[in-house]
Antibody
Framework: QVQLVQSGAEVKKPGASVKVSCKAS????????MHWVRQAPGQGLEWMGI????????RYAQKFQGRVTMTRDTSTSTVYMELSSLRSEDTAVYYC????????????WGKGTTVTVSS | QSALTQPASVSGSPGQSITISCTGT?????????VSWYQQHPGKAPKLMIY???DRPSGVSNRFSGSKSGNTASLTISGLQAEDEADYYC??????????FGTGTKVTVL
């Protein structure tokens, strides 16, 4: 069955970086985009960006430009999201979600990774 | 890119119908047939309920339907059930080739 398995919870200090992984299985990795979406405690969903695993091209939300990097490893069907210069406002659950090429919606989501930024 | 505007909360009694609005601009909701809706129960990941304004993924109840008029999309839940109590988010593709979510609506079944 289709699954997106995300890495475990992280606790980071302000100014540090975090790298969250999302391992895909049950489908052809290079035929679906992967989105990253975050949700701060008690807040709504916020789109961060998207990566095309077939050619590693990316598109980021303007808010995160310069601070986020999305990469992929086709040998392990894994995508990564690295966020740098962390601040307390980055405390959130980070989700990966796939989107089939030629579609414009996220049909399968990971369970989320909690990132806590605290001194 | 500003978040799409949704009402903070909507409520209804079991069996009733409710509608959640999602207002954007001509650069997102109004410009494309690419609006989707997600249901999120507490502590869970979002689940796709509607895509391309009005299409339902297989497995989603036909009590859920979507529509759009101008810059506003809508999600209607008919025959409201206790299990429908959740947060709902709309999302749209944008003219910048990015995506934007709505502010979210908490649905309460009275």
């Amino acid at each position: 069955q289709v699954q997106l398995v995300q890495s475990g919870a992280e606790v980071k200090k302000p100014g540090a970086s975090v790298k969250v992984s999302c391992k895909a299985s049950g489908y052809t990795f290079t035929t679906y985009y992967m989105h990253w979406v975050r949700q701060a405690p008690g807040q709504g969903l916020e789109w961060m960006g998207i990566i095309n695993p077939s050619d590693s091209s990316t598109r980021y939300a303007q808010k995160f430009q310069g601070r986020v990097t999305m990469t992929r490893d086709t040998s392990t069907s894994t995508v990564y999201m690295e966020l740098s210069s962390l601040r307390s406002e980055d405390t959130a659950v980070y989700y990966c979600a796939r989107e089939e090429f030629s579609n414009t919606y996220m049909d399968v989501w990971g369970k989320g990774t909690t990132v806590t930024v605290s001194s | 890119q500003s978040a799409l505007t949704q009402p903070a909360s909507v409520s209804g009694s079991p069996g009733q119908s409710i509608t959640i609005s999602c207002t954007g601009t001509s650069s997102d909701v109004g410009g494309y047939k690419f609006v989707s809706w997600y249901q999120q129960h507490p502590g869970k990941a979002p689940k796709l309920m509607i895509y391309d304004v009005s299409d339902r993924p297989s497995g989603v109840s036909n009590r859920f339907s979507g529509s759009k008029s101008g810059n506003t999309a809508s999600l209607t839940i008919s025959g409201l059930q206790a299990e429908d109590e959740a947060d709902y988010y709309c999302s749209s593709y944008t003219s910048s080739s990015t995506y934007v979510f709505g502010t979210g609506t908490k649905v309460t079944v009275l």
